[in-house]
């Protein structure tokens, strides 16, 4: 961080956390209106003008409150109630009901920053009576399809409490109390912002003199000796204060344990571990850093937020507030897709600086969150991890979206656990964890069920394939796929159909999946040999790369290829795979 003459910050970007927190903070400026007041830089910084922080305080909470309504305002014991209606009339009112509480998000992600929070105070205040008129009216024609007394009794008993619900939430922003208990399952107890809790008017004042003062006066003293373990600048001693637990609860800091994060370090009873005024602004901006995932991503993925990080502020900010977009258009309805988030991160990155494919993608982090109220009843979670080289050589040589496509659908990965499966396979491979597993279980299951269609496990079996051939021996994404999809055509061409019918495939691939996941691989030879054999037909030339042993691909590998093909060898899906790959494999 450097102060310049125009009474300028900049700001440099670090570790994710603290990218995190600027973001956050721009945010934050932009929503009070702000924008014009930074400015990024070619070399990856961004410069904030100081007299930005002026209303700083008002616009803090006011995003906060916004947050809060976007999570709470909601019209789902109305909406349960309509679904266990059993009449012609229910689905449209349930579909009404549904329209008018997207309506409501959408007035509350709409909301702006005010100088004046008693404006601001009453935008929130419209938005609640004027969707109790709308619940009314949609009530008054539901109520003309219910048949009992104890239905109108209870469509009454729950428009009441929604008038309630909501003036409740409402009163408790003005009051200042739901924002100390948004903000407080990200910093917990955190002086002014989560504590004292309850209702507080003056905690923008306090917010103010204890957060934003400090910055203005520490800006006009000169360099001490005491070092910034965020920015790297030195400051007096009393520009410092120590790193805790309330300046990022899902991180767990402490002075006796700093999970997940730095490695704390002290000497002689002197803590090394500490952060300046206006990097404890930026740590308590970060919670505006991240992105909320829509409630069914947060579901499946046992995640709520997510922030994709990048050594580029510009770059950062873009990618972003992007990516929340297209999760807030998901939130509410425009489109129903589900979003790959991590793959979607990657094409907005590329499209922003396309001459740097490789380089952006190394340097590219996830940071996945979950927040609590109270440790002692749930725990918070935390995900980081990053793409590697090999991974982002192969996302720059091969078309992968047309694969993830054909993951993308729900699936019961373990009993009672069901994920978003292109999301949970692109999330395991930057992890580096197997997917055989997943390929097994899926392949069990289509013989069971006697399903031929092997697409999806044709494109996990070929990702996993990829990825690993780039890390075991830095092999082209071209020649992998050529040697994986060679073995599956020279198994589409072995034996027609008429030669083996389906029924008899189904059995005889059965037995193959039992050798191939218990990685007998002389049995599986011998058992494919004797095929040949039977049906008295030469092995080909080309089988015999997988008769034999190689480094570039394992045994199962090659089997599991094999058997993809073996499956459906019919003319229809042949061609069908054909033209789909045509628009997957090869290079950009």
Same mark, same amino acid.
């Given at each position: ?27 934050? &400026? =932009?929503? /009070?209106?702000? $924008? @014009?007041? +930074?400015?990024? %830089? #070619? ?56 329209? &008018? =509480?997207? /309506?409501?998000? $959408? @007035?509350? +992600?709409?909301? %702006? #920053? ?69 903000? #407080? ?404």
């Amino acid at each position: 961080m450097a102060v310049e003459k125009e009474r300028k910050i900049t700001l440099y970007p670090s570790n994710w956390l603290y990218n995190a927190g600027v973001v956050g903070f721009l945010r934050v &400026l =932009e929503f /009070g209106g702000k $924008r @014009r007041a +930074f400015e990024f %830089k #070619g070399d990856g910084s961004v410069e904030v003008e100081i007299s930005a922080l002026d209303g700083f305080e008002i616009y803090y909470f006011e995003y906060a409150s916004k947050l809060y309504l976007l999570q709470n305002l909601n019209l789902k014991e109305i909406i349960n109630f309509a679904k266990g209606l059993k009449n012609k009339e229910s689905n449209k009112i349930i579909s009404k009901i549904q329209e &008018l =509480e997207n /309506g409501i998000q $959408r @007035r509350v +992600f709409n909301l %702006k #920053g005010n100088k004046k929070w008693s404006t601001f105070r009453k935008e929130v205040l419209n938005i609640k009576t004027e969707s109790m008129r709308k619940v009314k009216e949609i009530v008054r024609e539901l109520k003309k399809s219910l048949n009992t007394k104890k239905e109108r009794r209870k469509i009454k008993e729950i428009v009441d409490n929604i008038n309630k619900y909501f003036a409740d939430i409402c009163f408790s922003v003005f009051d200042f109390k739901a924002q100390a208990d948004f903000l #407080g399952r990200f910093y917990f107890n955190k002086v002014v912002i989560a504590n004292p809790k309850g209702e507080n008017l003056k905690r923008p004042e306090d917010f103010k003199e204890r957060y934003l003062n400090p910055i203005l006066e520490m800006l006009n003293r000169e360099n001490g000796d005491n070092l910034c373990i965020l920015c790297g600048k030195n400051y007096p001693e009393e520009g410092l204060s120590e790193l805790s637990e309330g300046d990022f609860s899902i991180l767990g800091i402490s002075s006796n344990t700093f999970a997940n994060f730095y490695n704390y370090y002290a000497m002689n009873g002197v803590s090394y571990n500490r952060k300046c005024h206006l990097c404890q602004l930026i740590l308590l901006c970060a919670f505006a850093g991240f992105n909320l995932k829509p409630w069914q991503m947060r579901e499946l993925d046992g995640t709520d937020y997510i922030f994709v990080n990048y050594p580029s502020f510009e770059e950062v900010f873009s990618v972003n507030n992007k990516l929340q977009t297209l999760l807030d258009k998901f939130h509410l309805g425009i489109f129903t897709e589900k979003i790959n988030t991590y793959f979607k991160s990657f094409e907005l990155i590329l499209q922003l600086a396309k001459k740097k494919t490789r380089w952006l993608l190394e340097n590219t982090y996830f940071a996945e969150i979950k927040v609590s109220a109270r440790k002692d009843q749930a725990k918070p979670k935390f995900v980081y991890f990053n793409i590697d080289k090999a991974f982002s050589e192969i996302f720059s040589e091969f078309k992968l979206d047309t694969l993830l496509n054909n993951l993308s659908f729900l699936y019961e990965i373990y009993k009672g656990n069901s994920v978003y499966l292109s999301t949970e396979i692109l999330k395991r491979l930057i992890e580096k964890k197997p997917l055989i597993h997943i390929a097994f279980k899926m392949l069990s299951e289509k013989l069971s069920e006697r399903d031929k269609y092997m697409l999806p496990i044709w494109s996990l079996i070929l990702l996993e394939f990829l990825i690993n051939q780039k890390r075991r021996l830095n092999m082209s994404a071209e020649k992998s796929y050529g040697i994986l999809k060679s073995i599956q055509a020279v198994s589409r061409r072995s034996f027609s159909i008429e030669e083996i019918d389906q029924e008899k495939r189904f059995h005889i691939s059965q037995r193959f999946l039992t050798l191939i996941r218990g990685g007998r691989k002389e049995d599986f030879y011998h058992e494919l040999l004797r095929l040949f054999v039977v049906y008295k037909k030469p092995v080909p030339e080309n089988l015999f790369s997988l008769l034999t042993e190689s480094e570039e691909i394992s045994f199962q590998e090659k089997a599991l290829a094999f058997l993809t093909g073996f499956i459906n060898p019919t003319e229809e899906e042949t061609s069908t795979v054909k033209e789909k790959e045509t628009n997957t494999g090869g290079k950009q």
